[in-house]
């Protein structure tokens, strides 16, 4: 009988062994670049688009299959985007962001934060990124194979050529820019005499993602799988393989003709990767999820119709970006398969979401701004979520950054994370680059230096409400400024060019990690280490006077050169 029972307990088990690896799903999560929200073939409208739609057949079918996220919100810039998506927190709290990293900035993501590989390992996935980093590289331990994932193929930049792999990143100066590497290692270069050089970026990153799956598929297809595919399409340079500009010769503007065809290819490109996951046998038990790191520059012929504003700017056609969850693993629920959920939904909302996805259930070393929205998204059921910083800079005097609370939304004069006129911002496109008047209707003036909407009455942010209904806009400004004596300097501020950063600093003629060289003003990963040791676990005046204190040392150095 003894003997019975513990055979039995054993199959018992094994059986919940089981249950759970099937319910512990691979997660792959496609971060497109600068992608326009209306150049997805669900939310084009030709009288508003330019000569032709953009053909997205394969975005558009596991779109249907899954649920439409059509009130999610990011930042609106890469460095920033990526770093709340990895970190599940505000720019304003981590220190990457207004402003993007620059190649010759020494700082990368702070070592104090746990980025979701690392804590994916906690039940045990497997975690791989192919494609563009932006989180610092200054010291080698910046790059994801230091930080929770076991291989990264991709590069450090911001922006590359999609032939040579060369980046300036509005630099002076070019380098080149491609890596391979496993966990524990410098991702070493992949020098530019080797095969990838004179192929093409997307080709390069999806051929390395279905290397990746089906190496999974065949060696470790009982452990759970995360894959960030951080894809370099659609930002600029706009440049794209001839064979996909045939089907746009009646766009008679080249620019948009171009983009158009990268738009295409990366959705052929997320079409071979969704085939690799099913002929690998991993898309049963596979949740995608896919979004735009921000919404779409003009200048690289992207369009946002309906929303005013593009990169770089808190408007709408900033920070709403396009994003989906589909997949068999995701197990949704029928009430929303097919469905646009308008939810509010952050980027850093990710982590949190997909933690709980995952199963992970240990505390989180830091305060998360981001909430779980699983159950919104796989069941419909209203988003936890009511609060979004969109930008915020701590407190200096100014204010500047944008917030929403609820339906309203509060934008300060210092609109842009870059330098682009707020007032001159129209719907849409600059007059005469698309078809339809409508597009271009005038920005209203700013009053009393700040911007107030209802979003949801008015998603054109066309009609500032700040003298019409003073009392909510005193309530909204209250409140940021409330938020605001939590924020911590945006890094970039805090640091200076640094000359021993350039390629031409070494052999490869490649950007490369400095730390090591002599008078350098990288901060290092170590120096960040003792600092977060002294000082507060978040953000606020401890983080603040950290960060300075940093700066100051590295300032001086410099000055002493």
Not at 1 to 10: K, N
Not at 254 to 280: H, P, Q
Not at 291 to 304: L, R, V
Request: net charge negative; hydrophobic share 35%.
């Amino acid at each position: 009988m003894e003997c019975f029972q513990r055979t039995l307990l054993l199959v018992v088990l094994a059986l919940a062994c089981c249950r759970a690896a099937v319910k512990t799903p691979h997660v792959v999560f496609i971060f497109a670049d600068d992608y326009g929200w209306n150049d997805i073939g669900y939310h084009q409208q030709l009288s508003v688009t330019t000569d032709h739609l953009i053909s997205t057949p394969n975005l558009d079918s596991l779109a249907a299959s899954g649920v439409k996220l059509e009130n999610y919100y990011t930042q609106p810039l890469c460095s920033p985007s990526r770093g709340a998506l990895m970190t599940g927190r505000y720019p304003a709290h981590t220190g990457i962001g207004p402003m993007v990293i620059n190649l010759q900035k020494g700082y990368g993501l702070p070592p104090k934060e746990v980025i979701i590989p690392k804590r994916l390992k906690e039940v045990g996935y497997t975690t791989h990124i192919v494609g563009k980093w932006h989180l610092g590289f200054c010291d080698a331990r910046y790059f994801p194979t230091n930080r929770g994932f076991d291989t990264w193929f991709g590069y450090a930049s911001g922006m590359q050529d999609y032939w040579t792999h060369f980046s300036d990143d509005y630099s002076p100066t070019k380098g080149y820019d491609f890596r391979s590497g496993k966990a524990g290692s410098d991702a070493e270069l992949v020098l530019p005499e080797s095969k990838y050089n004179g192929t093409y970026g997307l080709y390069a990153h999806i051929s390395e993602a279905v290397r990746v799956i089906k190496d999974h598929g065949a060696n470790h297809a009982n452990t759970p799988m995360f894959m960030y595919l951080a894809l370099q399409s659609v930002h600029d340079p706009l440049q794209v393989p001839d064979k996909y500009l045939p089907e746009y010769m009646d766009i008679k503007n080249t620019s948009r003709r171009i983009y158009s065809g990268m738009v295409t290819a990366m959705d052929e490109g997320i079409g071979n990767v969704t085939k690799a996951l099913k002929d690998a046998g991993l898309w049963d038990k596979t949740v995608l999820i896919f979004a735009s790191d921000n919404g779409g520059p003009w200048q690289a012929s992207a369009n946002n119709y309906p929303l005013r504003g593009q990169k770089f700017q808190n408007w709408e056609g900033g920070v709403r970006a396009i994003s989906f969850v589909t997949g068999p693993g995701a197990e949704l629920s029928s009430t929303v398969v097919g469905k646009s959920l308008n939810n509010l939904m952050h980027v850093t909302d990710w982590l949190p979401t997909i933690m709980d996805l995952a199963g992970v259930d240990s505390e989180a070393p830091n305060k998360l701004d981001g909430v779980s929205q699983w159950n919104a998204i796989s069941k419909g059921s209203s988003s936890p979520r009511t609060r979004i910083i969109h930008n915020m800079s701590p407190v200096n005097g100014t204010l500047h950054g944008a917030l929403r609370d609820g339906d309203w939304k509060l934008i300060l004069q210092s609109n842009v994370a870059g330098s682009q006129a707020a007032e001159k911002t129209p719907i849409g496109l600059p007059a005469g680059w698309i078809i339809g008047a409508p597009l271009v209707a005038s920005c209203p003036p700013a009053i009393t230096g700040a911007w107030l909407f209802n979003i949801a009455n008015d998603p054109t942010e066309s009609t500032n409400l700040v003298s019409s209904n003073p009392t909510k806009y005193q309530e909204m400004l209250s409140l940021f400024q409330q938020l605001q004596a939590d924020a911590v300097p945006d890094l970039n501020s805090l640091h200076a060019l640094d000359p021993l950063s350039l390629p031409s600093n070494n052999q490869y003629n490649a950007w490369v990690p400095w730390n090591d060289k002599a008078g350098t003003t990288c901060t290092a990963w170590d120096e960040y280490v003792s600092s977060d040791e002294e000082g507060s676990s978040d953000g606020g005046a401890a983080a603040t006077a950290s960060v300075l204190a940093l700066t100051a040392t590295v300032v001086l150095t410099q000055i002493a050169l």
